[in-house]
């Protein structure tokens, strides 16, 4: 019964968040974002890490951290890209909706995050992925400052 029910939020989330989360940006990135995050999944998923924003030639430490479903294992992972719709610094703190999926086998390992969050901040990243896992899933994730 759980199985199912983790099942149908999933299938949901995939269909209606990955839309939301993949729209395309519509002009140049406004920043870029590189993150180190632990990523561990068996159904449920939670992530945790930090890295760091680059906007306006100033660089940002953040702090990033997520619940979801979908997918098993667990890995490392970097995570490189750009970011759109960032008009102010402090628009990149809060939540935001996440598709990921992706891949590690010991050291190899690859995937992709989508982040979009309600203020129109729009992320792509592209994941190197190091450990034992296979994701396929969504998540609630909170960016915020390093403090």
Do not use: C
């Not at 792509?124 to 994730?141: C, E, F, I, N, P």
Request: hydrophobic share 45%.
């Amino acid at each position: 019964m759980i199985v199912r029910i983790a099942a149908l939020v999933l299938g949901f989330l995939l269909a209606s968040g990955s839309a939301y989360a993949q729209t395309r940006p519509s002009g140049p990135p406004s920043a870029t974002v590189r993150i180190k995050q632990l990523q561990v999944a068996f159904i449920g998923s939670g992530a945790i890490g930090g890295g760091t924003l680059r906007f306006h030639n100033r660089s940002y430490d953040i702090t990033v951290g997520g619940l979801g479903i979908g997918g098993i294992g667990a890995s490392r992972l970097t995570a490189t890209g750009s970011v759109y719709g960032l008009n102010q610094v402090e628009d990149i703190a809060g939540a935001y909706v996440q598709i990921r999926e992706g891949w590690a086998i010991g050291g190899q390992g690859r995937g992709t995050l989508w982040l979009r969050n309600a203020k129109g901040v729009l992320m792509r990243l592209a994941t190197q992925r190091k450990g034992l896992q296979l994701s396929l899933g969504a998540d609630g994730v909170l960016i915020g400052f390093k403090q």
